[in-house]
């Protein structure tokens, strides 16, 4: 028997013996920590508080999926790993999510969906968009690109020429830009 079988056969007695333990009950209103990816659950049997219950499924790593919970919404928990080893199984309601793979990160909540791959950003909200990498942004870039246009003059024969005789149009197109994205 190699190692990895030795392993693989203990740990699967190790499971047989423990068997997994699943409760319900709700979340502890100021108990989510985001950061930690942890809550506190207050079991439905009136027991004490579970405390950091984790919240993303893959452990030992920062990739994975993460469901937040709504303050006072009802969830079940697991533990599997042995005493003290909770995890989120289910939630009545969730407030957000976020899936983070290597550098990707997902973020969504009732009033936006964020991605963010590095240092470029895409946010999507009920009114705005955003568009962002380290050195550019696309709100930037196109209120440039109409400022450029509004005081654009040619030399001609005559001289250089006036502003273009449409430019209260392009500054209607920098307002309608500040309705249309996020800075």
């Known amino acids: 028997m190699t190692k990895n079988s ?55 790593d920062t990739n994975g999926f993460l469901l937040i919970p709504a303050e006072g919404s009802n969830v079940v928990i697991g533990c599997v790993d042995g005493p003290g080893e909770w995890v989120l199984l289910k939630a009545s309601r969730i407030s957000r999510a976020m899936i983070t793979i290597e550098d990707v990160k997902y973020l969504m909540d009732s009033s936006q969906v964020s991605i963010q791959n590095g240092s470029t950003e895409f946010n999507v909200s009920e009114s705005l968009f955003k568009m962002n990498t380290s050195a550019e942004s696309l709100y930037q870039l196109l209120k440039d690109c109409f400022t450029y246009i509004a005081a654009l003059t040619v030399t001609t024969s005559t001289g250089a020429s006036s502003v273009p005789v449409n430019v209260a149009d392009f500054n209607l197109l920098i307002t309608r830009l500040d309705n249309l994205l996020a800075s």
């Open 6 to 60: 030795a392993k693989i056969k203990e740990g699967i007695r190790t499971l047989t013996e423990t068997p997994p333990v699943i409760i319900s009950g709700t979340v502890v209103s100021g108990s989510v920590n985001f950061g930690e990816g942890t809550m506190s659950v207050l079991p439905n049997n009136d027991g004490e508080p579970i405390e950091n219950v984790l919240l993303n499924p893959v452990t030992g």
